[in-house]
């Protein structure tokens, strides 16, 4: 039986699991409303509407909030500090993530921080964490 805190794809977010997996960021978009929303659902939570389609999101977002999980995660297979943020999309829905590839420190994980998706193994999954733009190419703040 898989850990209850590891995520089981559906139906409805079948597609979001499967663009992760290969590093795409695939949301659900209203064709009445045009509205993207998230998490993936079988109605659209603006207008009610059952005509769901999927877009490829740009993968840039902002740091909106965050608290700093301190106590070892056995789940992450991580003995230090880890980020649980709030993050706001460009394409406009906020998700809670994890921002990785920077110190877990109030003075690295600033609000309004630019972020890019970056795509974790996790368990038999490929699940969506943010990085601060530039951290790849050594930019980011203090990776």
Same mark, same amino acid.
């Given at each position: 039986?898989?850990?209850?805190?590891?995520?089981?794809?559906?139906?409805?977010?079948?597609?979001?699991?499967?663009?992760?997996?290969?590093?795409?960021?695939?949301?659900?978009?209203?064709?009445?409303?045009?509205?993207?929303?998230?998490?993936?659902?079988?109605?659209?939570?603006?207008?009610?509407?059952?005509?769901?389609?999927?877009?490829? !999101?740009?993968? %840039?977002?902002?740091?909106?909030?965050? @608290?700093?999980?301190?106590? =070892?995660?056995?789940?992450?297979?991580? &003995? *230090?500090?880890?980020?649980?943020?709030?993050?706001?999309?460009?394409?406009?829905?906020?998700?809670?993530?994890?921002?990785?590839?920077?110190?877990?420190?109030?003075?690295?994980?600033?609000?309004?921080?630019?972020?890019? !998706?970056?795509? %974790?193994?996790?368990?038999?999954?490929? @699940?969506?964490?943010?990085? =601060?733009?530039?951290?790849?190419?050594? &930019? *980011?703040?203090?990776?």
């Amino acid at each position: 039986m898989p850990h209850p805190l590891v995520p089981v794809p559906t139906p409805e977010t079948r597609p979001y699991w499967e663009g992760l997996a290969e590093h795409r960021l695939d949301l659900p978009r209203c064709r009445r409303c045009e509205q993207v929303f998230f998490p993936p659902t079988a109605i659209c939570p603006h207008c009610a509407s059952n005509q769901i389609g999927w877009v490829t !999101a740009s993968g %840039e977002a902002t740091l909106y909030s965050y @608290v700093i999980h301190h106590r =070892p995660l056995k789940l992450w297979r991580t &003995e *230090g500090p880890r980020s649980v943020a709030l993050v706001q999309l460009a394409e406009g829905p906020m998700l809670v993530s994890s921002v990785v590839n920077c110190p877990q420190t109030p003075d690295a994980l600033q609000l309004d921080m630019p972020l890019r !998706a970056t795509f %974790e193994p996790f368990d038999e999954l490929t @699940v969506l964490c943010f990085e =601060p733009v530039g951290a790849a190419d050594g &930019e *980011g703040s203090g990776a």
